[in-house]
């Protein structure tokens, strides 16, 4: 399935093609939690698809709300002092994706409305489908 870009974000522009994962095999997840003191994580706040030709996919939110995809390697975690923290790290099965490592992506279809842009992708495999998505500012993560 070839993937089709119905408008851009006016801040935050096109981004990469999500359809260039298609045929890729998912070889590891990563992902930035918000933490602050003991309670529970938010987040995830970014995801990171890396692929087996070792290229790196971020999904995250734009400050208008729209659903950013590039090409960009996990960061370093840091800290927000009395916010709390980041941290980056490789997930086992914090995200709906984990369930698909190994797999190849088979398919890739995005959602975009005016004047925002890419507000939803799903990633198609074998197994099922991983839907990235904003609501109200924060990035969604869910099986199909």
């Known amino acids: 399935m070839e993937s089709k870009v119905v408008?851009?974000?006016p801040l935050h522009g096109v981004g990469v093609r999500p359809d260039l994962?298609?045929?890729r095999r998912l070889e590891q997840v990563?992902?930035?939690?918000?933490?602050?003191?003991?309670?529970a994580p938010?987040?995830?706040?970014?995801?990171?698809?890396?692929?087996?030709e070792a290229v790196s996919t971020r999904i995250t939110t734009g400050s208008d709300w729209c659903l950013i995809v590039e090409t960009s390697a996990p960061f370093a975690g840091y800290d927000m002092a009395e916010s709390g923290r980041v941290e980056v790290a490789p997930v086992s099965g914090e995200t709906p994706f984990a369930d698909h490592l190994g797999e190849t992506v088979l398919a890739v279809s995005e959602e975009s409305i005016p004047d925002s842009g890419r507000i939803a992708l799903e990633i198609t495999f074998d197994s099922g489908r991983?839907?990235?998505?904003?609501?109200?500012g924060d990035l969604r993560l869910s099986s199909k």
């Open 7 to 9: 408008s851009e974000c």
């Open 21 to 23: 994962l298609v045929g």
């Open 30 to 39: 990563a992902a930035s939690w918000h933490l602050y003191d003991s309670e």
């Open 42 to 52: 938010s987040g995830p706040l970014d995801v990171w698809l890396i692929d087996s």
């Open 130 to 136: 991983v839907r990235c998505e904003t609501w109200s």
